[in-house]
């Protein structure tokens, strides 16, 4: 008896995981409070063009959302291969902690893999892409878990 079909099931099975066999990998983490009904909220958005609310089931997002996502995890955890400095870097990894301002009714923790991040709704000097992670844990919420915030 030859152990070469077990051999070429091993080598099949560590070239599936390799590539890409295990579970999604996570955007980042959204972690939303505030002082609203329904301002509560852990959103998990996952590679795969998933997102899960408050340890819910998996939901699919858009395209559009998808991108959005991926978009604003360069920004967090840095491009490699921008000119600047600063998205080199991203902003997770200037570990971005913004008080809130006088009148906050969000306030936002965002982890990604380069680090985590803290802002609210009234923030000053907020990075654009800071709104636009706002906007879009809104419409994830929304659209895909059909929460009413």
Request: proline residues 5%; glycine residues 10%.
């Amino acid at each position: 008896m030859t152990k070469l079909p077990l051999l070429a099931a091993l080598a099949i099975a560590a070239t599936l995981t390799a590539c890409g066999g295990g579970p999604p990998a996570d955007l980042f983490l959204v972690t939303r409070s505030g002082s609203i009904p329904g301002a509560k909220l852990t959103l998990r958005v996952i590679d795969d063009g998933g997102v899960s609310c408050n340890g819910g089931t998996r939901h699919d997002i858009t395209s559009e959302q998808l991108i959005e996502a991926r978009e604003l995890r360069r920004e967090l955890d840095g491009d490699d291969h921008a000119k600047d400095k600063a998205k080199q870097e991203g902003l997770a990894a200037q570990r971005i902690n913004l008080p809130p301002g006088s009148v906050t009714t969000l306030s936002y923790r965002v982890r990604s893999e380069k680090g985590t991040v803290v802002f609210s709704d009234t923030s000053a000097r907020q990075p654009q892409a800071f709104y636009r992670m706002a906007k879009l844990t809104r419409d994830l919420a929304r659209q895909a878990c059909g929460l009413p915030r």
